[in-house]
C-alpha cells in the first residue's frame, strides 16, 4: 500500500515538473494519472489497490460519528428524564478479530461511544468484557457491534 501511495506521488510531482506547472491543479491532475496508472496495473501489484483501504478508513470513521452522534443523544435522553429508566450491566462479547491491533482498536472505539465501556479482555484475546448503560438484550448489542465496528475494522485491516 505505501508503495503505491509512494508511486502515486511520484507520478503526480512528474507530471509537474514536465508541465512546469507547481500549482495545485497541476498537483491534482498529476494525482489522478497517477491513480489511473496504478489501476491500470493492479494485476502487477501483490496487495489491492491501496484507494480500496482508505475508502474502509473513511467508511470506519464515518460509522464512528454516526455511533457516536446517536449514542450521545441516548446518553442525554436518559440524563434529562425525571425518572432514570436503565438497566445497566456487562456482558461478554465474542469477537472474531484476531490481531492485538484489531482489539485495541474495537475495545477504543467501544470506549469512545457514549453509555459504553470496554472492562477488559479475556487472556485468549476472544472475548471483551462490556459494560453498557441500557442493556435490554445482550444478543442484540453483540450483533450491533458484530455487524458495524467489528465488520467495519476487518475491511480496513483485512482488505
Same mark, same amino acid.
Given at each position: 500500500m505505501a508503495i503505491q501511495i509512494l508511486l502515486n506521488l511520484c507520478?503526480?510531482?512528474?507530471?509537474?515538473?514536465?508541465?512546469?506547472?507547481?500549482?495545485?491543479?497541476?498537483?491534482?491532475?498529476g494525482y489522478l494519472i497517477g491513480l489511473l496508472f496504478i489501476a491500470v496495473s493492479k494485476s502487477f501489484w501483490?496487495?489491492?489497490?491501496? @484507494?480500496?483501504?482508505?475508502?474502509?478508513? =473513511?467508511k470506519?470513521? #464515518? !460509522?464512528?460519528l454516526k455511533? @457516536?452522534?446517536?449514542s450521545?443523544?441516548? =446518553?442525554?435522553?436518559? #440524563? !434529562?428524564?425525571?425518572?432514570l429508566d436503565i438497566r445497566p450491566g456487562i456482558f461478554a462479547f465474542s469477537t472474531e478479530l484476531k490481531s492485538e491491533w484489531e482489539i485495541t482498536l474495537l475495545s477504543c472505539l467501544i470506549c469512545l461511544t457514549p453509555?459504553?465501556?470496554t472492562l477488559e479482555?479475556?487472556?485468549d484475546e476472544r472475548t471483551l468484557y462490556i459494560h453498557a448503560m441500557d442493556i435490554e438484550d445482550a444478543e442484540l448489542l453483540s450483533e450491533q457491534i458484530r455487524g458495524t465496528f467489528e465488520k467495519a475494522i476487518m475491511e480496513v485491516t483485512r482488505t
Open positions: 507520478v503526480a510531482l512528474i507530471w509537474m515538473f514536465l508541465n512546469d506547472d507547481w500549482s495545485a491543479a497541476g498537483l491534482i491532475v501483490p496487495q489491492p489497490f491501496y @484507494l480500496q483501504r482508505v475508502w474502509a478508513v =473513511v470506519l470513521l #464515518i !460509522l464512528f455511533e @457516536l452522534f446517536l450521545s443523544f441516548s =446518553v442525554i435522553r436518559q #440524563i !434529562l428524564r425525571p425518572k453509555g459504553t465501556l479482555v479475556s487472556r
